[in-house]
């Protein structure tokens, strides 16, 4: 079966600081692959996704990256972080192709900016 | 342009009885699905139900059933017999076959079942 992490759970970091935050899906392959921020109590909001090694299409430009370095390996960075960027950051994955394929998420990184 | 509107921000139901989301959504795309989740306050997304737009029946899931009306771009959650575990928020969501298939969410519904 099909099991989608991400790491760390929660994270602290100081405004100006780097960050990564790391997703790994194990059990498929090239899928999909998604990041998402959640403000508190707000809805998702899509920052990149990506169709294959490589390839990544950025939804919302600000001072985030993604990269996809292996088929099932998704890494949100920045180089210096902004309040703003404190949420709820989830990563999901789906199959290729079809309006019916579901999104999996992951447990999310809860990041809060100081 | 909105794609997907919850109008509720939140609600209370008791237990037992049944309760109904609503969700109207915005395409022009004749292939499209309709998503709904459940985010309880651990954080985690968890996928209830699916409609598809080519589909002539409404979804149903054990206690969730979708009640969508397509005229009218409208896509109602209802969950019967309330449990206290259903207290969360839902989220409705929108993959349309033009946009790369990506999701497109609402800002939710928080409910919260009473005892």
């Known amino acids: 079966s099909q099991t989608i992490h991400q790491w760390p759970a929660t994270l602290v970091q100081p405004v100006g600081s780097p960050l990564s935050l790391e997703c790994t899906v194990e059990?498929?392959?090239?899928?999909?692959l998604y990041w998402y921020r959640q403000a508190a109590g707000r809805g998702l909001q899509l920052l990149f996704y990506s169709v294959g090694i490589g390839q990544i299409s950025s939804e919302v430009p600000q001072n985030l990256s993604a990269s996809r370095p292996q088929d099932r390996q998704f890494i949100l960075s920045s180089k210096k972080l902004l309040l703003s960027d404190s949420g709820f950051y989830l990563c999901a994955w789906s199959m290729v192709g079809t309006p019916e394929d579901e999104q999996y998420f992951g447990p999310g990184t809860r990041l809060t900016v100081t | 342009a909105q794609k997907i509107t919850q109008t509720q921000p939140g609600m209370f139901v008791q237990e037992k009885e049944a309760v109904t989301l609503d969700c109207t959504y915005d395409?022009?795309?004749?292939?499209?699905?309709l998503f709904w989740y459940k985010q309880p306050s651990s954080g985690e997304m968890i996928f209830l139900i699916y409609?598809?737009?080519?589909?002539?029946q409404n979804a149903t899931e054990g206690r969730y059933s979708l009640n969508f009306q397509k005229a009218r771009k409208s896509a109602n959650l209802v969950i019967s017999a309330s449990q206290l575990g259903d207290s969360a928020m839902y989220f409705c969501a929108m993959r349309e076959s033009y946009n790369d298939y990506k999701l497109s969410f609402g800002a939710g519904t928080t409910v919260t079942v009473r005892a």
């Open positions: 409609q598809g737009s080519y589909d002539q």
């Open positions: 059990g498929t392959s090239n899928p999909n």
């Open positions: 395409t022009s795309d004749p292939s499209y699905g």
